[in-house]
Nanobody
Framework: QVQLVESGGGLVQAGGSLRLSCAAS????????MGWFRQAPGKEGEFVVA????????IQADSVKGRFTISRDNAKNTVYLQMDSLKPEDTAVYYC?????????????????WGQGTQVTVSS
């Protein structure tokens, strides 16, 4: 089992920044990748970014390229999502997730454990 705790959400004005954290505990040695997804009210959940734990390789959605950066701290079993130049359309609940096997990390199906979510609201 892997437990995930997210933090760092909040309210910010358009153009501002936030940093989300996701701390993993439990069987963290089996983590292959960690990712962030988001879900806005009335919309389907969407992939944001992901990072391979061993290599640090990253993938991200086109909608956040150049604005969002994922990073990891291996010693703390924590990933961070630095969000800059935020837009009102970034408003959503953000979820971190852990994959314990290989897969297509832009797909929710690749992930085995999920955090509880943290609200990000960007005002115009």
């Amino acid at each position: 089992q892997v437990q995930l705790v997210e933090s760092g959400g909040g309210l910010v004005q358009a153009g501002g920044s936030l940093r989300l954290s996701c701390a993993a505990s439990g069987r963290t040695f089996s983590n292959y990748a960690m990712g962030w997804f988001r879900q806005a009210p009335g919309k389907e959940g969407e992939f944001v970014v992901a990072i391979r734990w061993s290599t640090g390789n990253r993938i991200q959605a086109d909608s956040v390229k150049g604005r969002f950066t994922i990073s990891r701290d291996n010693a703390k079993n924590t990933v961070y999502l630095q969000m800059d130049s935020l837009k009102p359309e970034d408003t959503a609940v953000y979820y971190c997730a852990v994959a314990t096997r290989g897969g297509l990390y832009w797909s929710k199906a690749a992930y085995d454990y999920w955090g509880q979510g943290t609200q990000v609201t960007v005002s115009s």
